[in-house]
C-alpha cells in the first residue's frame, strides 16, 4: 500500500464512523452542522464570518448553516456589542450538551483507533501527519 492509498483508506474510515456515530446521536445534524457547533464552543466571541474563515466555507453557506442551527435551537445569536454589523453566536444549553455528548463519542473512537499502539508510536504518527499538513500549506 502507497502513502494515498493508507491516507485515503484512513480517512474514509475515520468519516464513515464518525457519520454513523453523529446520526446516532441526532438524526438532523451533518458533520458540517457539528465541526460549527464545536467551533462556536471553542471561539470566546464567535460570530458568522470567523466561523466561515475558521471552516473555509462561504459566509452565505455559514449564514444558511446558523440559521437552522438556531431553528433547531443550537445556537443564539445576539448583538455584538463591538460591531453593530454582526451577531454573536453561542450555544444554547441543549447545543453544549450535544457538542459534550460528540466529544465523548469522539474519544471514545480515537480510543478505539489506539487500541494495541503504543504511545510513542501515537506520537511519532502525530508528528509525521504534522510535517504532511506543513507540506500540503506550503504550496
Known amino acids: ?10 480517512m474514509h474510515s475515520v468519516r464513515s464512523t464518525m457519520l454513523l456515530r453523529l446520526k446516532q ?22 460570530t458568522g464570518q470567523q466561523l466561515a474563515d475558521f471552516l473555509g466555507r462561504d459566509k452565505a453557506q455559514i449564514n444558511r448553516l446558523i440559521k437552522e442551527l438556531v431553528k433547531q435551537k443550537m445556537v443564539t445569536k445576539i448583538d455584538n456589542p ?29 480510543d478505539i483507533m489506539a487500541l494495541n499502539i503504543e504511545p510513542e508510536d501515537l506520537q511519532a504518527f502525530i508528528q509525521l501527519s504534522q510535517k504532511l499538513k506543513v507540506n500540503l500549506e506550503s504550496i
Open 1 to 10: 500500500m502507497n502513502l494515498n492509498e493508507a491516507l485515503f483508506s484512513l
Open 25 to 46: 446521536l441526532d438524526k438532523n445534524l451533518s458533520p458540517m452542522h457539528m465541526k460549527s457547533l464545536k467551533v462556536i464552543s471553542k471561539l470566546e466571541e464567535s
Open 82 to 110: 463591538k460591531d453593530k454589523r454582526s451577531q454573536l453566536l453561542t450555544l444554547t444549553e441543549s447545543g453544549h450538551e450535544l457538542v459534550k455528548r460528540f466529544n465523548k463519542v469522539e474519544k471514545e473512537l480515537f
